[in-house]
């Protein structure tokens, strides 16, 4: 959505259209006043604004939601239109996840997004007509691929604003896409509104000081035979345990706790979760997370002991996440 009032509209749009009549309803609308407040028009903003004001003007196309969500395609657009393109799309970098292909202008994300959905995607309970809440969505890759999957209707929740902006320059191309991402933290699911079939939380519950709140907020949000995805950084160990970093953990100063896989299971039928299932661990690979034109900013490689890639530069254990499915009976 190039103008920041449009994107508002269509906020408004999918969550009236999508949760007419449920609690969702005078959720969204008490946070109204914050959703709008998020979003200003100054400071970095201006810059992101600017450039999303300066992307080409076409007329709706299609987004093809596969590994690579691909957003209209080369030929729709000149020679001038592509360089227009990419320095707008330039100006919203760091891309942290994707990878995007805009009309030809291919993303290269910091992040295989796609990696990780092809490691979840068979676990889950399938999407088709299912309303899903995807909390900490970063740009919304992630919205993407559940609508390309089914969704009904998909909304994300990000306090990073830069996510929000990016999300933007690909909606500004579909913007009837029933995709509602909003520049909120978990936190604001304060209540119960028992309205979403599906919830994703995937790489926030360790950037929570209290997890198991957080949980608490993912299990307020289902509805009663609902499914959570769940997916963190967690620890090689079959004890009930959890590394709490001193300082930083792969240079990130905000992880506060790194559980094993028993004690997020735990968690989650502390927090109310039953049929509980770890379904995947994976070490985070150099490949799947890295430096590429789109984020040239330091990553996993120079953040791991060059001498032992097992550990942190910190000599914590290297990055390793797990994926947890639940219900909610
Ligand atoms: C590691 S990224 C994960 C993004 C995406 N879910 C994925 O799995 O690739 C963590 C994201 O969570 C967001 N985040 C941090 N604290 C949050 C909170 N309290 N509520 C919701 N999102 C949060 C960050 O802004 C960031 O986009």
Redesign the pocket.
Known sequence: MRALEDYLSQLRLVLESGFSGSRLEPWWQAMWPDIVAALPAHGSSAKWEHALSSLPTLPPTSVDAGPVVRVGREQDLSREQHEILHTSLSALSPW??GPFDFFGVVVDSE?R?DW?WQRLIDHVRPLEGRRVL?????NG??AWRMLGAGARVVVG????VL?VQQFRAALSYQPHAPIALLP????ALDRDLAVFDSV?????LY??RDPLE?LRELRRALRDGGELVL?TLVIDSDACEALAPPGRYARMR?VWTVPSPTLVQQWLREAGFAEVRCVDVTVTGIDEQRATPWMTFNSLRDFLDPEDPAFTVEGHPAPTRALFIATTG
């Open positions: 942290r996840k992040w997004s990780k995807d909390v900490g969505c970063g890759y992630y929740m990000d306090p990073g996510c909120l933290g978990s936190e994703f939380s995937m790489g926030v950037h929570r957080h997916e905000n």
